[in-house]
């Protein structure tokens, strides 16, 4: 996730939004019997509930996208509140697919709701997800390091079969 803006108050409000999200886990949790999980759209629905209002009131808001990977299903399921789309390198495929949703962030307007949305995936491939201080890094010609870029890295060490945190590696040096 990302908050809006820089400095102390976003500091705070981003402490806020995850002790919220810890708070509203542990009531969806009580409220359920077994093992059965909230699902994403369950969870980022009801910390939209808890937040959007004083976050209008401050004149912020909360970008953030929640996935949920089922191994045994071979699926991934997301929520996406306005986040940068995460990027999805298959292993069969030569390209990198963004993933995202239509939905607004958290702290825009309180009927909003969340949708969630799923993506088979399978062993071997790879989902990179960041926030907007990567794409949106500029240079000294102020050109951004843009999407494409970013997509450009993950593609390449996926297909060179680096590990994750090589392909992580990259991307920051790059970005440098």
């Not at 886990?25 to 059965?36: H, I």
Request: with cysteine; aromatic share 6%.
């Amino acid at each position: 996730g990302d908050v809006m803006g820089k400095g102390v108050p976003t500091a705070l409000i981003g402490a806020a939004v995850k002790s919220t999200y810890n708070r509203v886990l542990a009531e969806l949790f009580s409220q359920r019997s077994g093992d059965q999980l909230p699902t994403p759209a369950e969870i980022i629905n009801a910390l939209h509930r808890n937040l959007t209002p004083r976050l209008i009131e401050l004149g912020s808001f909360v970008t953030l996208a929640l996935y949920r990977f089922d191994s045994e299903a071979g699926m991934l399921c997301f929520v996406n509140a306005g986040h940068t789309p995460g990027l999805l390198a298959r292993k069969e495929r030569s390209h990198v697919e963004t993933i995202a949703g239509d939905n607004l962030p958290i702290g825009v307007i309180t009927e909003e709701l969340y949708v969630e949305e799923t993506v088979p995936i399978r062993s071997g491939d790879t989902l990179l997800v960041y926030s907007d201080g990567i794409t949106e890094s500029m240079n000294s010609r102020k050109e951004e390091f843009g999407l494409g870029r970013v997509a450009d890295i993950l593609q390449a060490g996926h297909a060179a079969l680096m590990p994750p945190t090589s392909v992580l590696q990259s991307i920051r040096q790059q970005v440098r």
